[in-house]
């Protein structure tokens, strides 16, 4: 796209694509009232995962077919991924409210049908159901956000969802532990029914936004080839080095399927009238910039989550009966520094300090984790946990409102969702590299301790720590130092990675965010 093209389509909406400024004036409990709706919305989205994980040993005991346990998990993870940019663009077209009410009505479908199973292979089919739903519900969330408050007066609600992520985190592992206890396992997908109902309520009661319908023809064959390139990557991502070595045909052929696809997809979006995805956005260089960011910041996020419990489990011997625990001082240092930082936004209507800052405490929170060892104190992790956590709390909420702040109204579900995306992207690959960075110092700290048949014994970490204990003193001793060396591989190269991120949010403009009653954006255009 020439840059004459990328000038005419800032200044209004493309040929066939609905007017989406939202000039409705609404009162502060207005908005109050569908922020309710937004948030238990949210709340649905991201308890899922973390509520069924706990019960998931419950499940295979009933249902069976062991053997295919991970599907039930990847099929509601490949859904949410190859349908989150899908969701974003449908809602600019033909209405967010809509789409969001729809999400919020798959999601729910899925629920009530996985908690009816009868057999392994129905749960998964069913879980990739809920995880379709899911896909809109994070980006309608964000989308209808951006289209219901300009991003000077954002800061005022961030804090909200910044807690509900805090608050997942936390309380999915002791909410699935106490249902699998004290109810039936089919009541982790239940619960969501009441929780859906009500955010129904909220949305289709309070929730007034322009009807608008596109007249341009829906890209599909954008759209496929996205789902079939996200879908491959997700695949490598979860299945190397686990399912297949990374270097098998399979990994190699979806590496290679996701290229193409990816590729085939940049062309076809550069001819169609409505792309799934407009690439002029990543002309603006504060876009490109922040999905960057995003990617980077899912990478140590969702790394962080991964291996931080495993460490805490078998290093420094805390129960896992109420896992999500662990993680509080990291979701602290995010929920205290996202609500300082949403309200001095809005206060003075400046953010590029705040991504700089947040990147660099992001890369220094990694490099003081990556020094523990088998005698750290919970106190001193605990505390680099804090570091960490207010690092990502100076990141996410900004990158989701400069990429908004970044487009024209009528794109802002695309930005929602390429944020989103990003994000997704960047944790599921995270947890892939880092998992064969930590796999691989592991075994080669147990050949070292244990002599050239410690290798073998690095399949350890698939025991329970209480079966753990049970082992020899030299044994544990030695997968101490395995594990304590792998956290060291893993977050050394995590404050790397983010040192880029660091780069990358040094180049951020400060563009003037839209205040109240200038809803209209001023899109500026920034040369990459």
């Known amino acids: 796209m020439s840059h004459q093209q990328v000038e005419k389509a800032a200044e209004g909406p493309a040929a066939g694509a609905p007017e989406a400024s939202d000039d409705v004036p609404r009162t502060p409990r207005e908005i109050r009232l569908v922020m309710i709706g937004l948030v238990v919305a949210m709340l649905l989205a991201m308890l899922d995962n973390l509520i069924v994980g706990t019960a998931m040993p419950t499940i295979v005991g009933d249902l069976g077919g062991a053997e295919h346990l991970s599907w039930v998990v990847t099929a509601y993870t490949l859904a949410t991924a190859a349908s989150t940019p899908i969701w974003g663009k449908l809602g600019d077209m033909f209405g967010r409210k809509g789409t969001f009410v729809l999400s919020i009505a798959i999601f729910l479908l899925g629920s009530a049908l996985s908690g009816l199973s009868g057999t392994m292979g129905q749960l998964i089919a069913f879980r990739a159901v809920q995880g379709l739903g899911a896909g809109g519900l994070m980006v309608g969330v964000m989308s209808i956000m951006g289209a219901l408050?300009?991003?000077?007066?954002?800061?005022?609600?961030?804090?909200?969802?910044?807690?509900?992520?805090?608050?997942?985190t936390i309380g999915g592992p002791l909410i699935g532990g106490f249902i699998t206890d004290h109810l039936s396992w089919r009541w982790t997908f239940y619960i969501n029914l009441p929780l859906g109902v009500l955010a129904l309520a909220f949305i289709v009661i309070t929730l007034k936004l322009p009807t608008t319908r596109s007249t341009a023809r829906i890209d599909y064959l954008g759209a496929l080839l996205l789902t079939v390139g996200i879908t491959s990557l997700v695949l490598v991502t979860t299945w190397g080095g686990q399912e297949y070595e990374w270097g098998s045909k399979q990994i190699l052929g979806l590496g290679a399927l996701a290229v193409a696809t990816l590729i085939g997809f940049c062309y076809v979006e550069q001819r169609v009238e409505e792309p799934m995805l407009p690439l002029s956005l990543f002309k603006n260089r504060n876009f490109t910039l922040?999905?960057?960011?995003?990617?980077?910041?899912?990478?140590?996020?969702?790394?962080?989550?991964?291996?931080?419990?495993?460490?805490?489990?078998?290093?420094?011997?805390?129960?896992?009966?109420?896992?999500?625990l662990l993680l509080m001082p990291m979701m602290f240092g995010m929920l205290v520094i996202s609500l300082v930082v949403g309200q001095a936004i809005t206060k003075t209507g400046k953010y590029r300090i705040y991504p700089i800052i947040g990147t660099a405490v992001m890369a220094g929170g990694s490099l003081l984790l990556s020094t523990l060892g088998t005698d750290t104190s919970r106190f001193t992790s605990a505390c680099w946990m804090v570091v960490l956590g207010a690092g990502m709390g100076f990141l996410m909420q900004v990158t989701m409102l400069v990429a908004q702040n970044s487009v024209e109204l009528k794109d802002m579900g695309v930005a929602s969702s390429t944020a989103t995306l990003f994000r997704t992207i960047g944790g599921s690959i995270g947890v892939a590299l880092f998992g064969a960075l930590f796999t691989h110092q592991v075994t080669a700290t147990m050949k070292e301790r244990l002599g050239s048949g410690g290798g073998a014994s690095a399949n350890l970490g698939q025991m329970g720590p209480e079966a753990l204990r049970k082992l020899p003193a030299p044994v544990q001793d030695a997968y101490h130092h395995a594990v304590s060396n792998g956290m060291h591989t893993v977050f050394l190269w995590g404050a790397v990675i983010s040192v880029v991120a660091v780069a990358a949010a040094l180049f951020l403009r400060e563009v003037p965010l839209r205040g109240a009653g200038t809803q209209k954006p001023e899109t500026q255009l920034e040369t990459v």
């Not at 408050?149 to 997942?168: C, H, I, T």
């Not at 999905?291 to 291996?307: E, K, Q, R």
């Open 149 to 168: 408050v300009p991003p000077r007066d954002r800061g005022k609600y961030q804090g909200m969802f910044a807690a509900v992520m805090a608050l997942a």
């Open 290 to 324: 922040v999905s960057v960011i995003g990617f980077i910041v899912g990478f140590a996020m969702f790394g962080a989550v991964t291996f931080l419990p495993l460490y805490q489990q078998t290093v420094q011997g805390a129960s896992a009966t109420n896992s999500g």
